[in-house]
């Protein structure tokens, strides 16, 4: 029988073949409607391996696409319907993901908030703050304290228009969802939104969903051993709804408590039951998520989305990535508070980058209200901390056809920065600045 070495990749380039991922993408799969059994994923992909080595006597390197059909046709024949039907979903929304850039544009996404986005062009264009060139001039000329005075304002006065919509809603609210991408500044806000909230009598009730994570054993993981925390399928998604419906309604309810260090999940460690003036408040990648919060009503939840939606273009004509920036900010608070080497973050983003695109991002068009938490000034204090970091990272994952997704963003990240004026003095950003949620410093209490 045949043996698979090497795997052609869309480029044509050859990597080294790697049973465990097929065995993960059938177990990614299989997560996404429910199912859990790692053993019967490896199973599976020893027969899609037999699939495409039948009639082949000589070594072969398989292109992507053969592998795809191969799993889709085994998945159908082991009367797996609904993982297969998962697995071409995910296909499928992937090639469409690598469509021309030309086609995407005849067609604007319903996914972003164009309203919002233009009413920030307005103020970046009115603070001489659309380009690149604009802010270094700005910096050169002394400003940069007066860019952060500016900032922060706009940043804070989202908060209190999302305060007043909060208290307008009345005696049905029984939860305040706040959502958004990776290191969008939820934890941040979320305090200054309770703080303001408390200041009109209104008192909240904190639900951690970080506690209803699966064992770790049971997540999937790739063939570098990095697990992928980032899918709504990683919590327990059933168990949070009947917990909210049940709250909501004045039950009591047990919830679970989730050991990081172990990566063990402990069932039934907190009475929780709000009273009748109480509110809960969810900070949540997934707040937006529908089987999040099925059969609630409307009435009943407030949803705000975050997400830094800078309009500033660099010294190409093009807008800057969000999720560029939120990349940056996440190495830099990974890097100080959770002893997290910045580079396993740039590698592991590709899943963060999936599931947002896949599950967050879609839905933000179901918002109340949307904060923009993007700061013109940040740039340059990443800059400054990052720059010769992105330089070596370039270096390092040049030519690795399997970090060729780390490679493009170090490359584009580090263009990008280079060209901003840095600042190495950082005492001008508030000490309660959403930024020192990544940069340190703050005077806020994080939980």
Known sequence: MAEIKQ???????????????????????AVAVGGRDKEKADELADEVIKLLTKNNSTSISPAIEEIQDAVEKVLIENGHAKVAKAFILYREEANNRRESSAIKASHPSENIPWAKLHRILDWSVNKNLFTVKQLNDRIKHGEFSQIVHQSESAYEEDINTAAEMITEMGKDLKMVLITGPSSSGKTT??????????????????????????????????????????????????????????????????????????????????????????????????????????????????????????????????????????????MLRDWAFRAYNPQQTLEHWHYVRASELRNIIPYNNTADFIINSAMPYELSIYGHKLADKFILWEEILKNNPLKEDAYQRALRIRNLISSIEPITDDSAIPSDSVIREFIGGSSLKYH
Not at 7 to 28: C, D, E, M
């Open 189 to 330: 806000t979320t305090l200054k939104l309770e703080q303001r909230l408390e200041k009109r009598g209104l008192h909240f009730l904190p639900l951690v969903v970080d506690n209803y994570f699966f064992d770790l054993d049971m997540h999937p993981k790739d063939e570098f051993g990095d697990y992928d925390f980032e899918t709504p399928q990683a919590l327990d998604l059933e168990m949070i709804n009947e917990h909210l419906q049940k709250l909501c309604n004045g039950e009591e309810v047990v919830i679970p408590f989730y050991d990081f260090k172990t990566g063990t999940r402990y069932l039934n460690r907190t009475r929780m039951q709000l009273k009748e003036n109480e509110i809960l408040l969810i900070d949540s990648l997934h707040g937006l998520y529908p089987p999040m919060t099925n059969g609630i009503n409307d009435k009943q939840k407030f949803k705000l989305y975050l997400e830094p939606l800078m309009q500033m273009k660099d010294n190409n004509g093009k807008f800057i990535r969000w999720t560029d920036i939120r990349l940056m900010r996440r």
């Open 7 to 29: 795997v052609k990749k869309r480029s044509g380039v050859l990597v080294p073949f790697n049973k465990g991922r097929i065995s993960n993408a059938i177990y990614r799969a």
